[in-house]
């Protein structure tokens, strides 16, 4: 009875590294006390449904995502021009949905 033969292994340190660092750069799913500062984040000023819910689910695959798409929201209403643009984008999407819903 022969014995199987070991197969070689080799490696490239240098793909190896770059695969490494790659993999760092990984995506991590917000905790529940996470969604709970996201949520006291967003509602501490007046938000819209809409926002709130994009925010939680993108929070659902990305944390850091999430949180960087609240603070880019809340920046953005800082600027009156902005916020009043908002407001109207918010309410022509309400009036949208409410048309394609109700026929």
């Not at 009875?1 to 197969?7: G, Y």
């Not at 993999?23 to 991590?28: I, P, Y």
């Not at 819209?48 to 850091?64: E, G, H, M, P, R």
């Amino acid at each position: 009875m022969t014995r199987p033969k070991m197969p070689i292994i080799r490696v490239n340190m240098k793909r190896a590294k770059r695969v490494a660092i790659e993999s760092s750069d990984t995506t991590l799913p917000a905790t529940s006390g996470d969604l709970l500062i996201l949520a006291e984040k967003l509602t501490e000023v007046e938000v819209s449904l809409k926002v709130l819910l994009q925010a939680l689910a993108i929070a659902a695959y990305d944390s850091a995502a999430a949180f960087r798409y609240a603070d880019n929201y809340l920046k953005n209403r800082k600027n009156p021009h902005q916020r009043e643009d908002l407001l109207l984008q918010d309410l022509r999407t309400v009036q949208i949905e409410h048309h394609v819903y109700n026929g």
